[in-house]
């Protein structure tokens, strides 16, 4: 859903990335930095509460998904080197952030609107692995040579979902938003998984040398 953004936000990083390419940054520089700027904000300030700072410092960086790509299409030198890491760190960064929010629900100090923290723990660990899954099944098809994009909870729904209403959950107090959130992204990711594997089953029959 939130994929049809991704040009009008491309369109407003643009300078700053036609910058970086002038300063002689690399599109792989910039996916490496970007990892470690989302991982490091998620895992030092979630764990410890501070989740709307942590959204804002994850935000500064979480960017640098659209901008690597751009780079990448302007130096006119896109890799499948350059594709493979981007995937690949792009699942390093979803899981830091599921991961953080994991981490805070083990500690004294978590708070629970909704029941009980170790609840929201296997929620967060839900929603790790099954975003991770949604992504290794489009990653599978593709390399059977099928497809497997779409479903309910895409990879920037999820996390557009996520970092909002955490951010908004830490400005507030509402620790409710939080929880919400969890429920739905766990929920929709399994939907999610089963669609893909759905999509994937269609093609598999109607074409059996694909499934072979």
Same mark, same amino acid.
């Not at 859903?1 to 991704?6: A, D, H, N, S, Y």
């Not at 300078?15 to 970086?20: E, K, S, Y």
């Given at each position: 859903? @939130?994929?049809?953004?991704?040009g009008f936000w491309t369109n407003v990083w643009s $300078?700053?990335?036609? @910058?970086?390419l002038r300063l002689g940054v690399t599109p792989n520089q910039v996916t490496?930095?970007?990892t470690i700027g989302v991982s490091a904000g998620a895992l030092w300030f979630f764990p410890r509460g501070q989740f709307f700072v942590g959204v804002l410092v994850i935000t500064a960086f979480v960017f640098s998904d659209m901008m690597d790509g751009y780079m990448a299409r302007k130096l006119g030198t896109p890799s499948k080197w350059g594709a493979f890491l981007?995937?690949?760190l792009d699942r390093v960064g979803d899981a830091a952030v599921f991961g953080g929010i994991l981490i805070y629900y083990t500690t004294s100090d978590a708070e629970a609107d909704l029941g009980d923290p170790d609840l929201y723990l296997y929620l967060s660990l839900a929603c790790l692995v099954l975003g991770n899954l949604t992504s290794y099944a489009r990653a599978r098809a593709e390399s059977l040579g099928m497809t497997a994009k779409g479903g309910i909870a895409e990879r920037s729904d999820r996390l557009v979902a996520i970092l909002v209403m955490t951010g908004l959950a830490g400005l507030f107090? @509402? $620790?409710? @938003?939080?929880?919400l959130t969890l429920w739905v992204l766990a929920i929709a990711s399994l939907i999610t998984v089963l669609q893909r594997m759905r999509i994937v089953y269609k093609q598999a029959v109607a074409s059996p040398e694909l499934g072979a």
């Open positions: 859903m @939130l994929e049809r953004f991704r $300078p700053v990335a036609n @910058l970086l490496v930095v970007g981007d995937s690949t107090d @509402l $620790p409710v @938003l939080r929880e």
